[in-house]
Structures are given as C-alpha cells and as structure tokens.
C-alpha cells in the first residue's frame, strides 16, 4: 500500500537508525505522546533499533487509556439500561470500569455494539427509533470533528433517540502537566501526527519555548518515529528547542480549518480527568449549550456517584514514564491482559501488557 | 510481584464471547474449567482429534445435540442427558459405547458456575458408564443467539456380538419389551417451565441404557430391534419402526406402566404420555420363545427392573401400530404433527 | 491515538457540503468515506482516513522528502566509506 | 380427493419448532429436505446410528461447532466449512477422512430455503471431499434462542500411514510450511458485517485440506505435526504448538503472504491478520532436508501452490514464538487476551 | 385417579355397552355437544362398542374450532405486534386463520405464549410493564368464570398493559340452530356436563319441549359418556323428550351460582359467528362497558378488512354431522395434520384428523 | 369444550374473597388452583378443576350412583344368566 509500505523499508530505516544512533552522543528521554505511535513502536520492535541509552517514554496519548474511571462507570451504567443502544470504538470495550468493562455488560444482556465510525452510530440511531442510542464520544482532537459531525447530522436529521457520552482529551495541556510535573524525566516529545493533521502545530510553539524543549510533529510509520527521534535527538545535541514538522506530508502548519470549525461548533473547552494522570484545566472538550439535547449525561439521570479510583493501578506513573510496570504491585497477579484492571494492561502494545509477554515468556522457560 | 495466576477462570460471572475466541480467555476456559472433567489419554494429547484403536473392525457411530431448557431438571441436567442420549443411541445398536466428542455452544452471558455444574454432571455420566470424551470444541455465540449452553455429543462404539440389531428384523411374533415406566421425562422438564408450577416429584427417567442391552446380548438372547424412546415418546417410535419394518405393531395400553404422577400431570394439561418424551427407557423386540428369559434379564437390572410385555408384531403386514386399550377397543398411533400441546378442550 | 490510513479517492458520491463523501481504496479494498473535512481533495488523491472520516490530503512532493534525504545520506555514506559499525541493539525482554 | 401429498416440506416459509418436535414435521423434514442431500446406504438404514466398518485399526476421531454468522459469506458458507472444517481436523492427524455426522441446530423461523442451500453445500462438500454423512441429529430451538442454524459435524478418519503426527514430534531444525497467504475467511466475514461496507474482492479461504496432507505422507515425507489455521490466526497456532511442544518457533515476517485486500482492511481496522481466522490454510512441520521436496509436493496441490517457508523450530528449548520482522527487529507472539476488535487508536 | 379410574373400568363400561345395545331397537342419531366428548370418544374408541346402526355426531362444543376466521385472523395481527406479549390456551396455536396460524407467528418473530390458566396471563402482564400483554379469551360457558376473573383481577390491580381478544360461546343458542336447520338429522343430545357445571340445566328445558328431543347432561369419562348415550336411547325409545344429568356428581340444577355471578359482571350477550356454521343470534359473550379499556379490539386499531372464509372447508358441514370428512375436496390433499385448512384437522381427535389416521394406514397398506 | 379434571384439596392457602386459592392434588402431583367458585369445597373434598380454576365440588354420594346401578344390572344379568352377546363393535377404520 502507497504510503505504508515504503515508510516501513529496512533499508530506509536501517539508515535512519544509524543515523540515529551517530547522532547521539548521549542518553536521552523522549517521550511518544501517542499511542498510535506507541503501537507502530511495539509491533515493529523499534526500540531494538535504538542506542541503548536512548529511552521512549510511552504517554498518556490514548483516549483509551486516559477516559476517567468515572466516565467508564457511567459508560456502563448507560449501557446497561434495558432502552439503550451503546455504541463505542471496539477498543474501548474492554476497559475495565470499577467492577466491569463494557463486554460484561453486553454478555449479561446490555445490546452494545462496536462501531468503526461515529457515522454508524448515527445511522443506528435512525434504524432504531424505538430505541435510545448513546455513541461512547471519545477522543484526542483528531476524532473530534468525526464526533463533532454526528451530533451536527443528528440535530439536523431532528433524531430524538440519540446522545452522545462525550469524554474528549486536548494534547498541549497534558504536555504542559507533564513538563510542570517536578519530577520530569522527558527531554524531548514526538508530537502526535494526526492530532496536528487538524489542529496544526503553533499552539506547540509556547510549550517549547516555555520549558525550552524540543517538540517534532511525527507521523505512525516506522521510518517515521524513527526520523522524528532522529530530528528530536539531533535538536537535543544541539541544545535547540524548537517545534519542528516531521510529518509534513499529512499536517500543515494551520491544521485543517473545516474540521476545526465543525470542532468549535459543536464543542467548547472545559476542564478534563486524566485517568492515571489527574485533573489537568482546559484539556477537554464538552457539547455546546445548543447541543445540549445530545448530551447523554443530562439525558439519562445518573444512577451512581463517581468512584474514587482505589484499583492500586499505577498507571498514571507509567504513562508519565515515573515508574515500570513490573513496579505495580497488581501486575502479573491480578492485572493480567484477560482481567486487566488497568488501560495499560488492555491493549496488545499498552506497556503493561507488552511487558506481561516478555515476562510470560521467561516465566514458563523456568518450568 | 505475584507470578502465579490467583484468579481461577470460574470466579468470571459469565460466559464472554471472548471466550469463544480462541484466544487465552478460550485456552483458560479449556484447559481449567471444561478438561478437568474428562481428564484421559486421549485429552491430553491437546490435539483437534483423537487417534483411537477401539479393537475391533465393526464400529458404530452417533450424535445428537441436547437443547434442554431448563438446563437442570429434577431427576438430571443436560450433561448427563448429553452423555446418556449418546451412549443410549450406541447400545440401541448392540454397541458396547467407547468414545463421545463433545461439542459446546455456550451463550455470552452463561454462569461459569452453571457450565462447570453441566460440565462436572457429564464427566461423572461418563464414568459411570465408562465411556472416554475423547474430542471437543467450543463456541461462544452473541447474547440473545442460544440458550446458555448446549451440548452435542458424537459416539463411537464397539459391536462385539455378531447379532444384527435394526428394524428390518421384526419378525412376525417377536413380543416387545418395554423397560419401564413412560413420560417421567418429558414432564418433569415440562413441570419446572414457567406457569406450571406443579408443586411435583416428577424426576426424569434419564439413565444409561447399555447394561441391559448388553446383558441381553452377553446372554445369548436373540434381539431383532432396541430403539431407546426419546422425544415422540413410545407412540413415535412404535410408528417409525412399524414403517421402517414394514410391520404391523399391537400394544396393549394396559400394559404400559405409567406413574401416578405423570398420569396426573397429563391430565391436567390434556396430554397423551405415550408422546411424552422418555430419556432412560427402551423397547426391544425379542422372539416370542426367548422373551421370559429376556425379561427376566433386564428385571434384573436396576434401570430395567419395570420392564414388562407390551405388545408383538403381528403378522399384519400394514406398517401401523394398534393400541387395544383397557375397555377393549382399539385405535390407530400415529405421529403427532407437531410438539403436544396443552389443551383446554 | 487515532489510526489513520491512507487511501486512495476512487470516487466522488455525494457533494452536499457536510455529507461529501466518496469510495477511497485501501490497497484492495475500497470503502465509502465522509471527504467534507477535505473539500481540495479530488479523485485519484490521497487521503488519510480516521473513523470513516478523510482528515487530510497527503502531499505528494513532501512524501519524497525523507527519501530524497535517505538517498543523501546514502551518498554521503558512500564518500566515507562503508557505514560506521550498527548501533548495539537492546532486547527489553531480557533486560529484566 | 388427492391422495399423493401436494405441499413438499420446503415450500413451508420457516422452520417452526414442530420441525423439531419428532413428530410428523420432524419426519418430513429429515426425508425430504435432509437426506436427499446425504443419500447413502448408512443413512438409508435410518437408523439412530451408523455401523462402520473402516477397515483399519487406528482412527482419527474429531468435531467441530459450526456458528458462523452470515451463513453465506464470499468464497463459502456454513455447509462447506462445516464440512471441510472437520475433513481438516482429520486431515491434520494424517487420516484419510472417511465419514461424518450432521448435527442440526435449526431456529424457529429459518426460511427452509436457507436450510436447503446450506445442506446442499454441505452435500457437495462431502462428495467432494469423498467423506460419508452417515448419521445425523436435528433440533429446533425457539425463535431467539439461536441465530438461524448451527451446524456440528464429527468425523472419523483412517490412519493408512504409520506415520505419528504431533506436536511433541516438532524437533529443533524442522522447517515450518504454510500454505497459502493468511487472514481471508475473517476478513470476508467480517467485510460483510452490517456498517463496514467495504466494496470488496474479499473471499474465504476456505478449503479442503486432506489432498495436500496426504500427498505429503503418499509420497513419504516425513511430517512431524500439522495444524490448521481456523480462529485466533497463524500467531495462535503457532503459539499454541510451541507450548505443547515445549520449543521455540521463529518465524519471518516477510515471508508470511498476506494478500492486499486482507492487508487494507486490518490496516483500516487496525487488525492483526496474523491473528484472523482462516479456514483453508495449514501449518507443516517438516525435518529440514526434507522440506524443499515437500515444498514443491504442497505446491504442485490447488490448495496449497503458495506454499512456502516462513521459519524453524530452533534449538532454544524455551516455549515461546519470536517473529523476526521486516525491519529486523523481533516480537514475541502471544494469545490474544479475547477477539480482536476494530480500534481507533 | 379416583373419580376417573373407576369411569375407566373395562368390566364397568362392558356393561353399559351391552344394556345400549340391549335397549337400542333402531337407529339413533345422537350429537355429543362437547369437543371434550369427542376427545374421550375418539381416544376410548367408545363407538366401537355401540351398536353400529348408533350414529355419533360431533358437534361444534370446541372452543378452538368455532372460533371465527375473523377473530383469528385478528389474534394473529396482534400477535405479530412487536410490543405485544400474545398469550393463548395451548391448542389455538395450531388453528390456521386465512394465511397462517400462531405458531407461524411466534417462529417468524411474534412473543407468543401458550398459557395453562388466564391467571398466567394477568402474571405476565403484571411481570412485563413494558410490553403490552394480549390474552386470547376464547371458550364456552365453563371458561367465562377464569376468563371474567381475570378481566376483574386486572382491574383491581390497575393494570394498564393488560388486554383480551374475547371469543366466547354459548351452548343453548347453537343447539337451538342445529334443530332449527332443515335437514337436521340429530334426534338427541349429550350436554356437555362442564358448561352445566356453571350454568345448571335450566335453559335446556325449553329447548327439549320446543323440538322435543332428549337432551342429557353427560360427563366426560367413558362410563359418563355411555350412560349418557344409554339414558338418551331410552328415552328415544320411549318416546320422551327431558332434560335428564347423567353427571349429577359435578353438575346441580342451578349450576354455581358465584361463577355465573362474575360471568354477569364482566360479560353481556351478543351476537356471535361460528366458525363453519354461521352467524347465530345472542350465543356469544362481550366485555361490559365498564370493561372496556381491557378490550384488544378497543385497544389496538384494526389493521385488517376481516376476510371471506373462502378455504373451502367444509367443518360446519361435519360440526352439523351433515357430511363425511372424505367428502372434503382438500381432505389429506391440502389439508393434513401437519397443515390444516381447518380446526377439525387440527386436534388428534378432531374429525378429520381422527379419519385421516385411518386412511394413512390404509394407503401405505397398498404401497 | 372444557377439560376438567377431579382433584382433591390438600391445603387452602388464601382466603381473599376473589382469590381463594389452595393446593389441589391430581394423583401423584399437586398445583395452586383458584377456588373462589367453590366457598364449600374445603380440604379432602375433590373439587373439578378448570384452566386453574375449581369449577364444581364432586358430590361422593352421587358418584356412587352409576355403580349402584351397575351392580343392580349385574344382580338381574346373574338372574337372568349369562349376559346377552356383546354387541357387534363396528371399525370406524375398515369402513371405508
Ligand atoms: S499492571 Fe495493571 S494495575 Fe498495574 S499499572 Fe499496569 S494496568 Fe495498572
Ligand atoms: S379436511 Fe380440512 S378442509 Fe376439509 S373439512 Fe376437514 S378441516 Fe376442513
Ligand atoms: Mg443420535
Ligand atoms: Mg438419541
Ligand atoms: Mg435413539
Ligand atoms: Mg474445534
Ligand atoms: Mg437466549
Ligand atoms: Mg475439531
Ligand atoms: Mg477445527
Ligand atoms: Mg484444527
Ligand atoms: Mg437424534
Ligand atoms: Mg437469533
């Protein structure tokens, strides 16, 4: 496939590694914010191509990973309601909540269903007008406008039986947590491409400024995370701390002005938990006043009070690169990829769950 | 750090469709909750088929899938009925009953506990009438798309006596030997539905039923036909066996036992027990002149004490089946169109 | 976050503002997909898709770049002789 | 008055659960809709079971569920997987596939018409394939307590070969065999689910595999284990007969065919396709020096002509598989914790 | 089971047979009333130990069959009704209205439920407050007491998703059409004890005086019924014409009076259509005003012209005893057990079914 | 019409006017039947039991009443010797 298959060559990017590998003469810290990139990084054992002393730092770039345990609960409890159709991206439905995740609640008779695009949702919702449907809205700012146009076609095609759980994330203020927190190992970020392929990338140029760190706008490939390090990695020896556009063939300085309109429309900004992370101000998105009839959380009364997250999961630590999974006390015993109690036990590249395999591995050699 | 697992697969509430995946939840579910009730040789192979050497050149073969709702039932549960329906079906043919596979559809949704309970249930059927499950599969299908768990069962016996055991057999004469009382199964699950609510002893009759038959045959006695009466209770199957013979059959309905309480919970609902459902009983067809002896064969087994003379294939060439009853008149059996239903009227 | 994959506009369906929406091609497939946020996007270009939705045109020329780059270094390699000697890879598995 | 009956089963719209209830229906249904597709002496004694004689002492005996939702799918449909699903089970021992049971789950308000293409594929399959339906079962479950119709199938199989055939075989150095590119049979079924809509080439790999098996073992090859790839992928199947064999695998990335719809759709998906199911692809573990000559045995056959080498046991005795990928670097496969779903992220 | 044992015994049927044969001089037409009659009739053989110029003829006393194709028709739409919880006796299921039955219904998707008592009925509907739950209300005077109380129970309980397709029938009416068609061939009538269980036998006075026929409450166990035969044939032989109870053990006089009290309460008078027969003036029963909101009819809007009976069958004709099964141009051609155009092939007892198994073994006899 | 069965009550268990209910055995089994419609029919009384609903209380005294008569006929057939020859059973079966 044009554009894949080229940015994964080995020779291409046994060169960049190499290059990388000239370029640094010193350990480094850099951070992926994204778990997209997170992903490639797993699945293409890029870190292998790395000197050792340069360490990758997974973030909290996941809207998996980060939805509070709060909204989760609610997600269920929705979910759970005899009238509801809950609709959410597939990889949010093993996401443990405090007691369960979203395929419990189907297998004891909530009608949930995956879908691929907020489309379907909406295209549920009009297939089904006995039926409420709720669409499990999250996100970074690269999912926004597609959620952003569902809640527009709804109030345009009058539908009165949708609504939306919105749980959105902005990147630059969780950059700015991260770079505020004392304890800051990060040296430098890959920014994440997509996110920038709406947003653009000058709301980053304070941020590098401000804290004096490098920041490169990457794309999802191979050869890409590998030049985006190379770039940050090249900015690092220099001393330099600018914002620089790795992946100029899909993001444009501006971003996408149609997307973010449609965005601004039907979104405002408002304060955001992280899960694992915190409370950070103004690093999430909430429907508009006008789109309030769509809000699934004035809809539906709430039938739970918020729970204290007291799973023990260090997760926030991790995604912050504080701490290691081997570290969490649950990990291995009861966190484990069929019962995970944390998002990063979820998903195949979460950092948990990829160091449960290698573990695994060892563990049942000593037998 | 804890490296041991602490979370046995059965503390899950329910069947997941991940567990149909073939994943690790699938493996988990495999090898800590459905293996440890069958453990033998074979299983432990963990391969997708058994290799067998049942010894013998002449092998027969069944299946049947079990769909019983409830899934317990005074007197039984699907997994017994599961391992019993199978070998029934093997020693219907004079089979010595070898091998089950074990096929599962559970539902999204289901208990682990209620499996295991099915599961534990088949593997103790299994023991007691030492048969090996020796393959199996699982699936998980979407809530809303079965009924918690059903079972099939394929068999594999072996004939070790010469004896030909089918309907074309019939013969002019032979009596017909029924192994005990009918009905008890079809309303002891019918008793537990919904708006019944009898307030009832009525325990199933499912039991295995390759001890008598084999003591049959180890006895020397000559058996023309067995078939073991499922659902279409007794009338159905003296109706497809007069057809498959060519035959005609005559029962006498005096001489067929039927207890107290399926009597009354037949009247009460307007049902016929010879259409009720059995899952331990059988007729066997035996030449006239060995039939006291056959009897007294199976009245000496605990499953078959009841048994008694029913009826005989006429000389009657019309493939149909009379009933002469208790006031000296006589009908036709037939099929029933359909399942019986109540009745008002 | 955000997978998104590029494609190729095979087609033009519908171009009514918010619901423009066309067939892109993913290596052998195609599928329908919303364009409204790509409204320069024709047929025959690339797109990178995200949850059924194009979310921007990617540049042909810009694509070139890192090669163009690669092939630099490539020269440059050769002027210094053979490559220097790879980087000592790490294996996290058996690190802990 | 009309005397021959005028309304065969099949113009019925539905299955009703009459059609499961023994009784007329029941019969109807088996002798004019079922059997014709099977015909064979076995089935023709309609008896419960079948008496085999396959003429060898050692048989393979194995089942399998089929559940697959659509029915119909690109490339096959529940009838020919049920077939060849178990006919590749067989197959995987080295047994010369030879007869079959059907188990029917039927639900209420299946169109007959499906039934009939099902069963018809079914029917050809087994022709095709030289297998023997040779007995059978039929239930009707109520509406809403299946999803239109599940089919089990066991099969037996003959061992004309002395040839072991197991995971405990795989020894250091044996070369692993696949035999075609991966992930068809998920992706067609998947690309036909309600709101992907992909406008697409996709068609199941399903396929019968004992030609390809067995032209290895007639030819004398020496096969240590064979696996076929059906849910959970290449990477599942290698996994689970690393463990089983207590070795290491390692196998190359590049070397696995993965066509390019298959790929399209998981990139778009973000799936794995060494994770999708298939359901006419195999794994061959073959002593190196013999592996270039089974290699062109494989794809001199339909079914397997893509086959290539995609890696080795190694002598590394810990049970676990490392993928070396394109880029040089290396993964280790596990299970996949449930199903693999669609992501965004 | 005492009081049905004992009505069993062979040595005490013989007997009753024999005195029938000893007192019948000459031919005799009798109709059993009652569908339950027939049951024991067909199931006992009772007519092959009567004389065998004794004609039986089985009259139209089967809720099931009398039950209009109108009515049908119109439990089937309700049925089908996807809010609609259809709950009905057991053998209307199988009872083909003009294109299909119940149990078709159910199996292409309507929630049907085969109940053994109304008070099941009214359960469900309390057990499913979201659904609305339909009772098909059909029967003779026996049923209208179980059936009034439920419509009563209902209201007391302020049940609002609670409803019943009324078909109800009366005996004296239909016995009055059948002696007052012109080729009546009938020249006496067994009563059917359970409806006099309920109303007493007051109103078959006049009745027995205006056609001066014997008319003889009977029960329903072989001895019942053959003493009930016996009692009619001395009279036919006398030359009388009473009103005699051969079931004095269950029915007196005036019949129960608590059970006819809340039949008064629920229920009044009308005109009703038998299936087969035709309209007849005051033999059915209606919900009371006061009932009204639990009227199905009132309640869901009717979405079918009620159809012509255009099956061509010809049951009315044999209800009357007017013509043979065999005489049917669809008997055991379009219309068998398994697919019946009309109730008496429903029934194993029915008429039609009962010939059919009769000619079947005859048929495959000359293959 | 009507298929009503004789059962005996065993225990009565709610005495609310319009729901007087109690248990009610039929041979080996027993069910809740409603008993509104019969205020007289206590425990050991057999009463006749409809759709759910006890219809009638069986008078004992007049059950016997058939038996008398039968074994009046039997002391005149023992009078008279040997009973007539049985009727001739037609078979509904053959007829046609
Ligand atoms: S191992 Fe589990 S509990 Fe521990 S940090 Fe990771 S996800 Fe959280
Ligand atoms: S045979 Fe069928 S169509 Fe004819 S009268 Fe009987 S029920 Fe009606
Ligand atoms: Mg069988
Ligand atoms: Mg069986
Ligand atoms: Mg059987
Ligand atoms: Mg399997
Ligand atoms: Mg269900
Ligand atoms: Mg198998
Ligand atoms: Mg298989
Ligand atoms: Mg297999
Ligand atoms: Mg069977
Ligand atoms: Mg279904």
Redesign the interface.
């Given at each position: 496939m044009k554009y894949l298959d080229e940015y994964r060559n080995p020779q291409a990017i046994s060169k960049i590694a190499d290059e990388i590998a000239r370029t640094a003469s010193r350990p480094w810290t850099i951070m992926e914010v994204c778990g997209g990139q997170t992903h490639a990084i797993v699945k293409f054992g890029l870190e292998q191509l790395l000197p050792d002393d340069l360490e990758l730092v997974h973030g909290p770039g996941c809207p998996v990973c980060v939805t509070s345990l709060a909204v989760i609960d609610r997600a269920l409890d929705l979910a759970a309601r005899p009238e509801v159709i809950f609709c959410s991206f597939g990889d949010m439905l093993r996401v443990p909540g405090s007691s369960r995740d979203l395929l419990s609640v189907k297998a004891t008779g909530g009608d949930v269903r995956a879908v691929y695009s907020p489309l379907q949702a909406v295209k549920i919702a009009e297939d089904n007008p006995g039926r409420e449907v709720v669409f499990f809205a999250i996100g970074f700012e690269t999912t926004a406008p597609a959620n952003a146009m569902a809640a527009c076609l709804a109030r345009r095609r009058g539908l009165r039986n949708f609504s939306l759980l919105v749980s959105h994330f902005l990147v630059p203020p969780a950059i700015e947590a991260i770079c505020t927190a004392p304890d800051c190992r990060v040296q430098g970020f890959l920014a994440a491409g997509h996110v920038c392929a709406i947003m653009g990338y000058r709301q980053y140029l304070p941020l590098a400024e401000r804290f004096r760190i490098p920041i490169v706008v990457t794309g999802f490939e191979p050869l890409d995370i590998l030049e985006g390090i190379l770039l940050c990695v090249r900015q690092l020896e220099q001393g330099h701390y600018g914002v620089e556009n790795q992946y100029v063939r899909t993001v444009q300085e501006a971003g996408n002005a149609r997307a973010r309109q449609m965005v601004e429309e039907v979104f405002d900004v408002d304060n955001q938990d992280w899960r694992g992370v915190g409370a950070i101000p103004d690093s999430g998105l909430r429907l508009r006043p006008a789109y309030s009839q769509f809000d699934a959380r004035l809809r539906f009364p709430n039938e739970t009070t918020p729970p204290a997250d007291d799973s023990g999961c260090i997760s926030g630590e991790i995604m912050q690169g504080r701490r290691k999974p081997a570290e969490c006390p649950y990990f291995a015993g009861r966190c484990r990829p069929e019962h995970p109690l944390g998002a990063p036990m979820v998903s195949t590249e979460g950092a948990c769950a990829a160091y449960y395999r290698y573990r695994k591995a060892e563990i049942v050699d000593e037998h | 750090m804890n490296t041991e697992c602490p979370l046995p697969v059965f503390t899950d509430e329910t069947v997941r469709v991940g567990h149909g995946s073939g994943g690790e939840l699938s493996q988990r579910l495999i090898s800590e909750l459905i293996r440890p009730h069958f453990d033998n040789p074979w299983l432990r192979q963990a391969h997708d088929s058994a290799t067998l050497c049942p010894g013998s050149e002449r092998i027969v073969f069944t299946t049947d899938s079990f769909v019983v709702s409830p899934l317990f039932f005074p007197g039984g549960d699907i997994g017994e009925l599961a391992v019993y329906g199978t070998v029934n079906d093997l020693a219907m043919s004079g089979a010595v009953p070898r091998f089950l596979s074990c096929s599962l559809i559970l539902e999204e949704g289901l208990p682990m506990q209620t499996l295991d309970r099915a599961l534990a249930s088949m593997g103790r059927a299994a023991r007691d009438t030492g048969v090996q499950l020796v393959t199996g599969d699982t699936k998980v299908v979407e809530r809303g798309k079965g009924d918690g768990l059903y079972i099939n069962t394929a068999g594999i016996g072996v004939l070790e006596h010469s004896e030909v055991i089918a309907p074309e057999r019939i013969a002019p004469g032979d009596l017909i030997l029924l192994s005990g009382d009918i009905g008890r199964h079809g309303m002891a699950v019918m008793a537990t539905r919904e708006g019944l609510e009898f307030e009832s002893p009525l325990r199933s009759d499912c039991a295995p039923l390759a001890e008598p038959v084999l003591a049959l045959l180890n006895a020397g006695i000559t058996v023309h036909c067995l078939r073991d009466l499922t659902r279409g209770g007794l009338a159905t199957a003296l109706v497809e066996l007069a057809e498959s013979a060519g035959r005609e059959l005559v029962v006498e309905e005096a001489a067929i036992p039927v207890s107290e309480p399926v009597q009354g919970a037949c009247e009460l609902l307007g049902l016929d027990p010879l259409y009720v459902a059995n899952e331990g009983r059988f007729i066997a067809f035996v030449p006239a002149d060995r039939a006291v002896e056959a009897l007294a064969i199976l009245q000496g087994t605990a499953v078959a004490a009841d048994s008694r003379v029913i009826g005989s294939a006429s000389t009657g060439h019309r493939p149909r089946v009379i009933m002469r009853n208790t006031i000296g008149s006589e009908r036709l059996l037939d099929r029933l169109p359909g399942e019986q239903l109540p009745r008002i009227c | 976050?955000?997978?998104?994959?590029?494609?190729?506009i095979e087609q033009v369906t519908d171009s009514a503002p918010?619901?423009r929406s066309g067939?892109v091609?993913?290596?052998?497939?195609?599928?329908?997909v919303?364009l409204?946020?790509?409204?320069e996007a024709g047929v025959g270009d690339?797109v990178?898709?995200?949850?059924?939705?194009a979310?921007?045109r990617?540049?042909?020329a810009?694509?070139r770049?890192?090669?163009d780059y690669?092939a630099e270094?490539?020269d440059l390699e050769h002027e210094l002789g053979p490559?220097?000697p790879?980087?000592?890879?790490?294996?996290?598995?058996a690190e802990?």
């Open positions: - | - | 976050m955000c997978l998104g994959i590029p494609g190729q918010l619901e067939v091609r993913f290596g052998g497939i195609c599928k329908q919303n409204a946020y790509v409204p690339y990178i898709v995200h949850v059924g939705f979310i921007s990617v540049d042909e810009e694509a770049r890192v090669f690669l270094i490539g490559a220097a790879p980087a000592q890879h790490k294996e996290k598995g802990q």
